[in-house]
T-cell receptor
Framework: DTAVSQTPKYLVTQMGNDKSIKCEQN?????MYWYKQDSKKFLKIMFS???????INETVPNRFSPKSPDKAHLNLHINSLELGDSAVYFC?????????????FGPGTRLTVT | RKEVEQDPGPFNVPEGATVAFNCTYS??????FFWYRQDCRKEPKLLMS???SGNEDGRFTAQLNRASQYISLLIRDSKLSDSATYLC????????????FGKGTHLIIQP
C-alpha cells in the first residue's frame, strides 16, 4: 500500500486556469505538508496542517489554498495559474508529536503551466 | 545569511572512495537535524537523523557540531547506488514549525 499518494502525477495546463492536486496518507499521521520544488531543485515548504488546523503558512500567493477535508487528506487548490507556478509539488506527512519528525513524501505532481 | 546552506556540487567521486559534505545552519537554537536523500525525479526520503553524539548506519556517518553550527555526512566505500542529491534538514522550534530544507548536494559516484 502506498503510504502517501498524490494525484495527478503530471498536470499540464494553461495560464489563468484553476487546478487542484489531491493528497492522501494512510499512515495515521497528524500533520501533512505541501512543498514546492522549483527548477533549481530547491524544496520549500508551503503549508502544513495539524489536525485540520493550519500551523505553517509561508509567504505563498493567496492563489494557493490548502484544503483538508479530514486528517488523511490535504488537497492543494491553485487559482489563476501563472508560468512561475511550474514546478514539482510534493505532499508529505509526519507524526507531529513524534521525536524524529520524519517526513514521508508522496511521489510528486509535476505541474507545467503554458 | 541563508538559514541552511549546502554546497550544491556536483561531487564526482570514484566508486569505493569516501566522501563527506557539510551543511551549515544559521539559527543557533535549532534542535533537530536530518539528512534526506532524493533520487532524480523522485521524492525525498529520510536517510538518517543526526544526533549530538554522532550516529552511524552502515557506511553512513552523520555528525553534529553545535559550536560551529554545521552537520556532516560521511559515506564510506561509496557505491554507484549512492548517486543522488543529499538534502540537509534543520528544525528550529517545536513541532512542525521552523522546518527548513537545504538546497541539496548532488553526488555522482563514477565506476
Amino acid at each position: 500500500d502506498t503510504a502517501v499518494s498524490q494525484t495527478p502525477k503530471y498536470l499540464v495546463t494553461q495560464m489563468g486556469n484553476d487546478k487542484s492536486i489531491k493528497c492522501e496518507q494512510n499512515l495515521g499521521h497528524d500533520t501533512m505538508y505541501w512543498y514546492k520544488q522549483d527548477s533549481k531543485k530547491f524544496l520549500k515548504i508551503m503549508f502544513s496542517y495539524n489536525n485540520k488546523e493550519l500551523i505553517i503558512n509561508e509567504t505563498v500567493p493567496n492563489r494557493f489554498s490548502p484544503k483538508s477535508p479530514d486528517k488523511a487528506h490535504l488537497n492543494l487548490h491553485i487559482n489563476s495559474l501563472e508560468l512561475g507556478d511550474s514546478a514539482v509539488y510534493f505532499c508529505a506527512s509526519s507524526q507531529y508529536s513524534g521525536p524524529s519528525y520524519e517526513q514521508y513524501f508522496g511521489p510528486g505532481t509535476r505541474l507545467t503551466v503554458t | 545569511r541563508k538559514e541552511v546552506e549546502q554546497d550544491p556540487g556536483p561531487f564526482n567521486v570514484p566508486e569505493g572512495a569516501t566522501v563527506a559534505f557539510n551543511c551549515t545552519y544559521s539559527n543557533s537554537a535549532s534542535q533537530s537535524f536530518f539528512w534526506y536523500r532524493q533520487d532524480c525525479r523522485k521524492e525525498p526520503k529520510l536517510l538518517m537523523s543526526v544526533y549530538s553524539s554522532g550516529n552511524e548506519d552502515g557506511r553512513f556517518t552523520a555528525q553534529l557540531n553545535r559550536a560551529s553550527q554545521y552537520i556532516s555526512l560521511l559515506i564510506r566505500d561509496s557505491k554507484l547506488s549512492d548517486s543522488a542529491t543529499y538534502l540537509c534538514v534543520v528544525i528550529s522550534g517545536g513541532g512542525a514549525d521552523g522546518l527548513t530544507f537545504g538546497k541539496g548536494t548532488h553526488l555522482i559516484i563514477q565506476p
